[in-house]
T-cell receptor
């Protein structure tokens, strides 16, 4: 079965620190990749997505992610986090041609002012 | 546009009671989904629909039923609620372009079964 792994369960950073959240998936075929963010008490919002083309994807709020096919990874990065980035971050994968997403278990980010 | 809306926002049920969660979207999306979110487990797909009148099982369908009588609505039913169904339920929708694209989520329904 396809799985999505987010190894960091809880990350605590100070403001202005750099962020990298890991995401690995187990499916070997063509995939679409997503990062969603869930701010406290809110619904999931799309941060960025990769369908094809340039493996370095830029999203909203200064986030970016790099698809490395050989490593089955889609890590999320931000050079300088802000207190407002405190949220839970979910990686999701969809096999091309499939109808549904598979989500990772999420990484909770706490940014200390 | 309201996007994806869900009613109710909160609900408390007793074991064995039934209820229906309503999801509505005004984006004319073909695909709709129901997920549950539990601590440490991310989102798991319960059921989904690829169009009006069609439904399919997801990863954790047991104990739930769904219906999609109108394109804009997707109903999730619990016939006999159990404490294991205490969770936050999210509805999502996506449009079709040679396959479903990114999903847009509703605000969630927090359900407690006692």
């Amino acid at each position: 079965a396809q799985s999505v792994s987010q190894h960091n369960h809880h990350v605590i950073l100070s403001e202005a620190a750099s962020l990298e959240l890991g995401c690995n998936y187990s499916y070997g075929g063509t995939v679409n990749l997503f990062w969603y963010v869930q701010y406290p008490g809110q619904h999931l919002q799309l941060l960025l997505k990769y369908f094809s083309g340039d493996p370095l994807v830029k999203g909203i709020k200064g986030f970016e992610a790099e698809f490395i096919k050989s490593k089955f990874s889609f890590n999320l990065r931000k050079p300088s986090v802000q207190w407002s980035d405190t949220a839970e971050y979910f990686c999701a994968v969809k096999k091309t041609g499939a109808n549904n997403l598979f989500f990772g278990t999420g990484t909770r980010l706490t940014v200390i002012p | 546009n309201a996007g994806v809306t869900q009613t109710p926002k909160f609900r408390v049920l007793k074991t064995g009671q039934s209820m229906t969660l309503l999801c509505a979207q005004d984006m004319n999306h073909e695909y709709m989904y129901w997920y549950r979110q539990d601590p440490g487990m991310g989102l798991r797909l319960i059921h989904y629909s690829v169009g009006e009148g069609t439904t399919a099982k997801g990863e954790v369908p047991d104990g739930y039923n769904v219906s999609r009588l109108k394109k804009q609505n997707f109903l999730l039913g619990l016939e006999s609620a159990a404490p294991s169904q205490t969770s936050v339920y999210f509805c999502a929708s996506s449009y079709y372009r040679t396959g479903p694209t990114e999903q847009y989520f509703g605000p969630g329904t927090r359900l407690t079964v006692t």
